[in-house]
């Protein structure tokens, strides 16, 4: 049974970039959440998709954005990048109905510079 | 608003018991859960509370209380691998959507 995959795993960019993360779900799950978390921080809540639309949304801005394919894995894009952006962007998958059971992958470390 | 609470570090011994709350203040308090994040890793699952009372799985328990906005995770028989960061997040069901506010998660040093 796969787990939450994402990639890629580091991530180097300059400031004013963009860049694309992605993530698989786990097996049967159809929903996903995008957090990002910042060193010694919790993970602050991006933005969530279900039925590859945009359900929720944290306080991030426009330059955050995302997208859901039919079989349901997500991409995080995110634009002119800010020093700030540097964190490590987890995505978590869940079912839908069954929100509790929300399975984190490993993350992609960003590095902005 | 919504806000969660909760120590930024504490320290224990091997053997011992540890306890680390949480406060929260939310709108929409839909369950409670509680995270164990190694460093460098992933948030893993520990505990799940949406009813007021005490939730036992092995060496750890949760406890809630909704009307107080409190919860504690209970860590018992501390091993060196438990320390680690544990990060407690409130569910939030707004607009039939969930949504997870997490804490800044507390650091735990297990001490041998």
């Not at chain 1, 580091?10 to 159809?30: A, E, F, M, Y």
């Not at chain 1, 978590?92 to 069954?98: D, F, I, K, V, Y």
């Not at chain 2, 691998?81 to 569910?91: F, G, Q």
């Amino acid at each position: 049974d796969a787990g939450v995959t994402q990639s890629p795993t580091h991530l180097i960019k300059t400031r004013g970039q963009q860049v694309t993360l992605r993530c698989s779900p786990k097996s049967g799950h159809d929903t996903v959440s995008w957090y990002q978390q910042a060193l010694g921080q919790g993970p602050q809540f991006i933005f969530q998709y279900y039925e590859e639309e945009e359900r929720q949304r944290g306080n991030f801005p426009d330059r955050f954005s995302g997208h859901q394919f039919p079989n349901y894995s997500s991409e995080l894009n995110v634009n002119a990048l800010l020093l700030g952006d540097s964190a490590l962007y987890l995505c978590a998958s869940s079912l839908r109905g069954r929100g509790y059971e929300q399975y984190f992958g490993p993350g992609t470390r960003l590095t902005v510079t | 608003g919504q806000n969660i609470d909760q120590p930024t570090e504490m320290t224990a011994t091997e053997g011992a018991i540890v306890q680390i709350n949480c406060t929260y203040q939310t709108s929409g308090f839909n369950g409670l859960f509680w995270y164990q994040q190694h460093a460098g890793e992933a948030p893993t699952f520990l505990s799940y509370n949406v009813l007021d009372g005490l939730e036992e799985k092995g060496r750890f328990s949760s406890f809630l209380s909704r009307s107080k906005g409190y919860s504690y995770l209970l860590l018992k028989e501390l091993q060196m691998k438990d320390s680690a960061s544990y990060l407690c997040a409130v569910r939030d069901l707004t607009s039939g959507t969930y949504k997870y506010i997490f804490g800044t998660g507390t650091r735990l040093k297990v001490l041998a």
